[in-house]
């Protein structure tokens, strides 16, 4: 089946720093890769969309320059908090989606999350 | 306008009796249905989907759902509960039409809590 692998699973950083999680899909290609956020006991919450080659659809209310989303190739997509602060504390899952919205016929497979905890 | 309602935040059964887990939608088109699962600091877990074939779905784990267009509702249950389906369950309603074409739209969630 479709795998979506995220790294890292924790991650601990101090309050200013920068921190990079990957999100990969494993054994399919995923033309766009979805991020959420998830605070404690809550729903998931879409932070952005992004699409092979092009800039990121960011949600609103979502900083963009803060929450910096590259998706450089159709296996890879990174986001990276910038400036970290312990507000940004959450947990971050990706998504991955195969096949064409057109189509109806698509799925969207997640990964098991990143737990970022900002000191 | 799109919306999930997941009538319970928290759901407590025994061990070995039936679970039901309530999902109400409100979509302007016919939606795509889903149940995820998550345990604690893990990704979801897709349990089951509709997607306007049978009414009546099956998923893992023993998991059913039936899609009620009259009712709005995709109710999840499951006949006999373990001690491992304890975790989040959420509702998930996608839109396969319009301006939010392929948009995932989450229920807040319900915790499903197992006793021995």
């Known amino acids: 089946g479709a795998v979506v692998s995220q790294h890292p699973s924790r991650v601990i950083c101090k309050s200013g720093t920068s921190v990079k999680i990957e999100c990969r899909s494993l054994d399919f290609q995923a033309t766009t890769m979805f991020w959420y956020r998830q605070f404690p006991k809550q729903s998931l919450m879409l932070m952005a969309t992004?699409?092979?080659?092009?800039?990121?659809?960011?949600e609103q209310g979502v900083e963009k320059d803060k929450f910096l989303i590259n998706h450089a190739s159709l296996t890879l997509s990174t986001l990276t908090v910038t400036s970290a602060h312990p507000e940004d504390s959450s947990f971050y899952i990706c998504s991955a989606r195969v096949g064409s919205a057109m189509s109806s016929s698509y799925e969207q497979y997640f990964g098991p999350g990143t737990r970022l905890t900002v000191t | 306008a799109q919306s999930v309602t997941q009538l319970d935040s928290h759901v407590s059964v025994s061990e070995g009796t039936p679970v039901l887990l309530r999902c109400n939608y409100s979509?302007?088109?016919?939606?795509?249905l889903f149940w995820y699962v998550q345990h604690p600091n893990k990704g979801l877990q897709l349990l089951l989907k509709?997607?306007?074939?049978?009414?009546l779905v099956k998923g893992i784990n023993g998991f059913e759902a039936e899609f009620k267009k009259s009712e709005t509702s995709f109710h999840l249950t499951k006949p006999s509960a373990h001690m491992s389906d304890a975790a989040e369950y959420f509702c998930?309603?996608?839109?396969?039409?319009?301006?939010?074409?392929?948009?995932?739209?989450f229920g807040r969630g319900t915790q499903l809590t197992v006793w021995p």
């Open positions: 979509s302007s088109y016919s939606p795509s």
């Open positions: 509709y997607t306007s074939a049978a009414t």
């Open positions: 998930v309603v996608r839109i396969d039409r319009g301006s939010t074409l392929g948009r995932l739209y």
């Open positions: 992004s699409n092979e080659g092009s800039k990121a659809t960011y």
